[in-house]
């Protein structure tokens, strides 16, 4: 997937609602082929490499198990293991150490 094919969606209520739900300040979260974002606006989200890492991580996971298999999967692993210990979650969080180490 190209970056420019990539729709960033700030204001997101998606994104808000994930806010909402992780009592954090600002969420970035792809659903399909769009990053939607709360509390953060689209300059410093992409000045943020580790970041748009992640979630370009979790971009190709829609992309390779389609998107509502690829949500049923996230929902499954979440239940089983929760967020942080989430297999998706692990491996974008590994993009982003990837990213750190070249």
């Known amino acids: 997937m190209k970056f420019n094919e990539i729709k960033i969606v700030e204001n997101s209520w998606f994104a ?16 399909g082929k769009a990053i ?4 953060v606006k689209k300059e410093a989200f992409l000045r943020n490499q580790a970041w748009v890492a992640h979630e370009h991580c979790h971009l190709q996971q829609f992309k390779k198990y389609g998107f509502f298999r690829f949500l049923w999967l996230y929902l499954i692993e979440s239940m089983k293991v929760g967020y942080y210990h989430n297999k998706f979650e692990v491996e974008a969080r590994l993009a982003e150490k990837t990213l750190d180490a070249k």
């Open 16 to 31: 808000r609602l994930a806010r909402l739900v992780l009592r954090t300040d600002n969420v970035a979260m792809v659903l």
């Open 36 to 39: 939607h974002l709360s509390g």
